[in-house]
């Protein structure tokens, strides 16, 4: 089990490596999803820590870039069509529908393409403190 899930991190990164030049990471709070029964299922065996170590290694290696978005910055909350954040998204949510504008789109592709904008505000590998919480 161990060296079979190994295997597949190792493919996977090095897949992701090999296919983007910048790679986005968001520092999630690891801990306190972990206490969330739900999601600690899912979080606990993939081992996002190492996830991470593989991604940020092999991107120095291959000469890419690695943007850490804040953990505060709300990807999953503000509409990627015209910046507005939610106040609130549950958990539960899979579709992110913006009050705003009618924007509609999957909850994770809609915090994909705010990620992706990140990158173009975003020079160097952290998120510039302004940037945080911002929109
Ligand atoms: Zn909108």
Redesign the pocket.
């Known amino acids: 089990m161990t060296n079979a899930r190994r295997d597949g991190l190792h493919k996977l990164t090095t897949r992701l490596v090999r296919e983007h030049g910048t790679i986005v990471i968001e520092n999630l709070n690891v801990a306190g999803m972990l206490r969330n029964r739900r999601l600690a299922r899912h979080v606990a065996g993939v081992g996002w820590g190492e996830l991470r170590r593989q991604i940020e290694y092999k991107t120095s290696w291959a000469g890419g870039r690695v943007v850490v978005a804040d953990r505060w910055y709300p990807s999953s909350k503000t509409?990627?069509?015209?910046?507005?954040v939610k106040a609130k998204l549950r958990l539960s949510e899979r579709t992110f529908r913006?009050?705003?504008?009618?924007?509609v789109l999957d909850r994770d592709l809609n915090a994909a393409r705010n990620l992706a904008q990140l990158v173009d505000e975003v020079s160097g590998r952290h998120v510039l403190p302004e940037l945080r919480g911002r929109r």
């Open positions: 509409c990627s069509a015209c910046g507005v913006c009050d705003q504008c009618d924007f």
